[in-house]
């Protein structure tokens, strides 16, 4: 089965590396495992976890999770949301995986399995690659190498770290894209920043935002635009930006379409072609 979205070696390959014979599933209490405090994800969709535990207590955990041995229980490695719907449909015990492996390795694991499975939003993205260089000295090279990434895709996913909370949360909950925030950077000014960010949740697009920031003057007007989409567009939209990690936009006026996909400068573009070969 094909990696999704191509990222670095993949969880199974970071797994197979620390392979020992000791590692057939075996049952622990709940109570002894602790989630990871570095877990790059920080916002869980809680509906979605209630649903996991409705299959859970239908039909059980059917995938173990793993996690790492400490000197007092055990830490989780992988699998904090099946760890948290079992918790909510009452499991005791719950098939493990035991795995011998570093703070490095534990880290790296965490933000590839979130990055291949659940897609994390833009500034836990960003905040996983720069724990991962701080944390342990880790290049924006090697951090590429491990996720399967151009070096410059994560230079300009890190660089959204040095906006304001208030525009990091307008990022983290949907409301404007990593690329509005990237645009946004081109800003000296705080206010003006602002007001641009308001604009781009009113829903301007990059481009807009972008001329916004090179004359340094934006209009006081802030109404929301007119911009018809269809559910279909925007499911459309996800999906490709599932498949491509990285943002797309779908528009359709006067009978004709664009699509159109974010990429950063002609190392990314040639990363980006490389995925439909």
């Known amino acids: 089965m094909a990696k999704k979205g191509g990222l670095g070696k993949g969880l199974n390959a970071l797994f197979e590396e620390n392979q020992t014979t000791e590692n057939a599933p075996v049952n622990l209490r709940l109570s002894e495992i602790e989630p990871n405090k570095n877990q790059p994800r920080k916002h869980f969709d809680q509906d ?46 719950v098939p493990v995986v ?15 399995e979130n990055l291949q499975r659940e897609d994390l939003n833009p500034i836990e993205e960003a905040a996983g690659y720069q724990a991962l260089m701080d944390d342990f000295g880790l290049t924006q090279e090697d951090v590429a190498a491990r996720v399967g990434k151009s070096r410059s895709a994560i230079a300009n996913a890190v660089r959204l770290l040095g906006l304001p909370k208030d525009i990091l949360a307008l990022i983290e909950s949907g409301k404007i894209s990593a690329g509005h925030g990237r645009a946004l950077l081109g800003f000296k000014d705080k206010e003006e920043q602002a007001k641009a960010a308001r604009i781009a949740s009113f829903g301007a697009n990059v481009r807009e935002i972008e001329r916004l920031a090179k004359k340094g003057d934006v209009p006081k007007k802030t109404e929301k635009p007119a911009t018809p989409t269809t559910p279909y567009y925007k499911e459309v939209e996800l999906s490709l930006q599932e498949r491509l990690g990285r943002p797309v936009k779908v528009t359709m006026k006067n009978g004709k379409g664009r699509l159109e996909i974010e990429f950063y400068n002609d190392d990314d573009l040639k990363h980006l072609a490389l995925k439909f070969e």
């Open 48 to 93: 979605a976890i209630d649903d996991l535990a409705d299959s859970i207590r239908r039909y059980g955990l059917l995938q173990p999770l793993t996690v790492r041995p400490l000197q007092v229980g055990y830490q989780l490695v992988a699998g904090e949301r099946r760890w948290r719907a079992c918790r909510i449909a009452g499991l005791t015990e």
């Open 98 to 112: 035991i795995r011998e492996l570093t703070d490095s390795e534990v880290a790296e694991i965490a933000l590839v």
